[in-house]
């Protein structure tokens, strides 16, 4: 037991081409999503109409599960547009030759986290629809 936990620390703490490999990957695909989040979010904030003090609590909550799904959809194809990318525009940079881009999640990490930073935080109006709701249901 205590051999089988030594392997599992020296595997994490492991510094080889194929985990560098994966770390770049990731940060290709965390860049990539950002600007195509933020330019989906940025587009997306001037379309959708703006926050309404006066709505009523049902309605804003409508329009923010709206938003979700336009949200969903957004990250949904963003996907399929950096999987494109990603065919065409291999892994800028291999380390391994044995290295199998994506093969455990690295671009679903990648796209997931780079989209969700920027799309987010370029989303001002639908920050502020939350907070009204939250202001509404705990105050």
């Known amino acids: 037991m205590v051999k089988r936990l030594n392997e599992e620390i020296k595997s994490f703490f492991r510094m080889d081409a194929i985990r560098l490999s994966k ?49 969903s959809v957004a990250l949904f194809y963003s996907e399929k547009i950096l999987k494109i990318i990603k065919h065409h525009v291999p892994v800028l940079f291999r380390f391994s030759k044995n290295y199998k881009p994506c093969a455990r999640g690295e671009c679903a990490l990648g796209v997931t986290l780079g989209f969700s930073l920027s799309f987010m935080g370029s989303m001002e109006v639908f920050h502020k629809k939350v907070q009204l709701l939250h202001e509404r249901i705990f105050k």
């Open 23 to 71: 770390f770049v990957e990731i940060f290709q695909f965390t860049a990539l999503s950002f600007f195509l989040g933020f330019f989906l979010g940025s587009t997306l904030n001037n379309v959708m109409p703006d926050l309404d003090d006066d709505i009523p609590t049902h309605e804003l909550l409508l329009d923010i599960l709206f938003q979700l799904l336009v949200l």
